[in-house]
């Protein structure tokens, strides 16, 4: 069974720092692309990166550019989002997901983990 | 960055009707778009890709259709458990961003 399960949330005052893991099972992690979505409670879903399978390239939406690193340790099946300098804004639920796309299929995300919530607040 | 804009941003429906939401994109996205069902506390559930084509397990009563830039999510036949805000999502650009959300209530 596919299981995602992010960490790392909680609590961090504006310009601090977070990281976030997500811990994979149940498939063959380093042979699938990688997404993190976060939602403000009550709001809609935003894009926020994308990770190949090996890591080795990355995207980010512009709000979060030059702020936020997402990496991967495939020998530990875990993705991770690394989150400087955080605002206000950036307090969401972040959901790390499963990308099909880039498998070669026709559906975007296939499996999304449980979400950690992220608040920046002083 | 692509824009997607659904409508109507909240519907209230009886069981049995037949409901459709719309999204819009802000340039073409051929037919790569999808729908999530989300309820509140959960993660999204894909329910349509490619525009049209069902998720592995979700009711045939839930279709898409569109392309370009326009786009319908139809729910034939409301059921109770439909409750839940819908997204659409667009894959075409490799920056994927998603519309604002319709959220169906139940009269």
């Known amino acids: 069974e596919v299981q995602l399960v992010e960490s790392g949330g909680g609590l961090v005052q504006p310009g601090g720092s977070l990281r976030l893991s997500c811990a994979a099972s149940?498939?063959?992690?380093?042979?699938?692309?990688m997404h993190w979505v976060r939602q403000v409670p009550g709001k809609g879903l935003v894009w926020v990166s994308r990770?190949?399978?090996?890591?080795?390239?990355?995207t980010y939406a512009d709000s979060v550019k030059g702020r936020f690193t997402i990496s991967r340790d495939n020998a530990k099946n875990t993705l991770y989002l690394q989150m400087n300098s955080l605002r206000a804004e950036d307090t969401a639920v972040y959901y790390c997901?499963?990308?099909?796309?880039?498998?070669?299929?026709?559906?975007?995300?296939?499996?999304w983990g449980q979400g950690t919530l992220v608040t920046v607040s002083s | 960055d692509i824009q997607m804009t659904q409508s109507p941003s909240t519907l209230s429906a009886s069981v049995g009707d037949r409901v459709t939401i719309t999204c819009r994109a802000s340039?073409?996205?051929?037919?790569?778009l999808a729908w999530y069902q989300q309820k509140p506390g959960k993660a999204p559930k894909l329910l349509i890709y490619?525009?049209?084509s069902l998720e592995s397990g979700v009711p045939s009563r839930f279709s898409g259709s569109g392309s370009g830039t326009e786009f319908t999510l139809t729910i034939s036949s409301l059921q109770p458990d439909d409750s839940a805000t819908y997204y659409c999502?667009?894959?075409?650009?490799?920056?994927?961003?998603f519309g604002q959300g319709t959220k169906v209530e139940i009269k």
């Open positions: 997901a499963r990308d099909r796309y880039n498998s070669g299929d026709d559906l975007p995300i296939d499996y």
């Open positions: 149940g498939f063959t992690f380093s042979s699938y692309w």
């Open positions: 990770i190949n399978s090996d890591g080795s390239g990355t």
């Open positions: 340039q073409s996205i051929r037919s790569w």
């Open positions: 490619k525009a049209s």
């Open positions: 999502q667009q894959y075409n650009s490799y920056l994927w961003t």
